[in-house]
């Protein structure tokens, strides 16, 4: 089993910036991807970016292209997501999630999820 938890969501203004935190623990694997997905009320889970452990491949999702920025430290099993220049239609509840393999943007593939962090962009 592998546990995700993460860290770093909160209110802020649009414009601003927050930087969230995912650290994995548990089962480890040679090849993994760790991800971002988010969901607001009313609508389905989405993806947001992720990265594999090699750091060789980030997908992102088109909404946050330029804003956002998935990062890895493999040394900590930790995963960040820094995000800038917000919206208030980034309000959503963050969810990190990981698969064994190559990066996918599909939450289908992910075997493991998170609780999730919530973050409020006011306008």
């Known amino acids: 089993q592998v546990q995700l938890v993460e860290s770093g969501g909160g209110l802020v203004q649009a414009g601003g910036s927050l930087r969230l935190s995912c650290a994995a623990s548990?089962?480890?694997?040679?090849?993994?991807?760790m991800g971002w997905f988010r969901q607001a009320p009313g609508k389905e889970r989405e993806f947001v970016a992720c990265i594999e452990r090699s750091g060789a491949t980030t997908l992102y999702a088109d909404s946050v292209k330029g804003r956002f920025t998935i990062s890895g430290d493999n040394a900590k099993n930790t995963v960040y997501l820094q995000m800038n220049s917000l919206k208030p239609e980034d309000t959503a509840n963050y969810y990190c999630?990981?698969?064994?393999?190559?990066?996918?943007?599909?939450?289908?593939?992910?075997?493991?999820w998170g609780q999730g962090t919530q973050v409020t962009v006011s306008s």
């Open positions: 548990g089962r480890t694997f040679s090849s993994y991807t």
């Open positions: 999630a990981a698969r064994e393999g190559g990066a996918s943007s599909l939450p289908q593939h992910y075997a493991y």
